[in-house]
């Protein structure tokens, strides 16, 4: 089973949660660590650990991304890593794959699964190297993970909704 190394350059976290219940809010993690232990021809048998510090996002407005990381959402200072870690990995159709594995958010953690909509390679590449990427998406409830801030708007409704959608974008590095 070969070892992959995400490239960190080119490697990234997006999350989208509904504001005021008519927009979204978009966030981006760059730089996201970690390894995928996979043979594509047997997917089945891989694995996936991704390690993402918690505070290390951006939605490009100060206040906002100061908040997020405060107690209310994700408690940086108390919690300084978000880790994921593969449990079973499914093959479901040509390049497309379900990735069972569990979250740990804020200290806790659940079940979540990582819908690989593409898997793409292995390549090799003009640096003597060898890569293989793919882009993966979810939804998590961020109240699962005690993350439940919010703030009552007149006539109903929430501020902040419950449920974040995450997208993750991987260049992985084979190592030799």
């Known amino acids: 089973m070969a070892i992959w190394d995400f490239e960190p350059g080119h490697s990234s976290a997006e999350f989208a949660v509904r504001h005021m219940m008519v927009t979204w809010v978009r966030g981006w993690y760059k730089n996201l660590r970690g390894q995928l232990y996979w043979d594509p021809k047997q997917p089945g048998d891989g694995a996936i650990e991704v390690e993402i510090p918690a505070g290390g996002f951006t939605t490009e407005e100060p206040e906002r991304d100061a908040h997020l990381r405060s ?16 449990r079973q990995i499914e093959l479901t159709g040509n390049r497309k794959l379900h ?16 819908e690989v909509d593409e ?20 939804r998590i409830n961020r109240e699962d ?14 501020v902040v909704g419950k ?11 084979r190592r030799d």
């Open 71 to 86: 107690v209310d959402f994700l408690d940086v200072e108390h919690f300084p890593v978000i880790r994921y870690r593969s």
């Open 99 to 114: 990735v069972h594995g569990e979250l740990m958010l804020r200290g806790i953690t659940r079940p979540v699964t990582l």
């Open 119 to 138: 898997c793409l390679g292995p390549v090799d590449t003009p640096f003597n190297n060898t890569r293989l990427g793919f882009l993966a998406h979810t």
């Open 145 to 158: 993970f005690g993350a439940s801030w919010d703030s009552p708007m007149p006539g109903g409704g929430r």
């Open 163 to 173: 449920y974040v959608y995450i997208t993750l974008d991987i260049e992985a590095i």
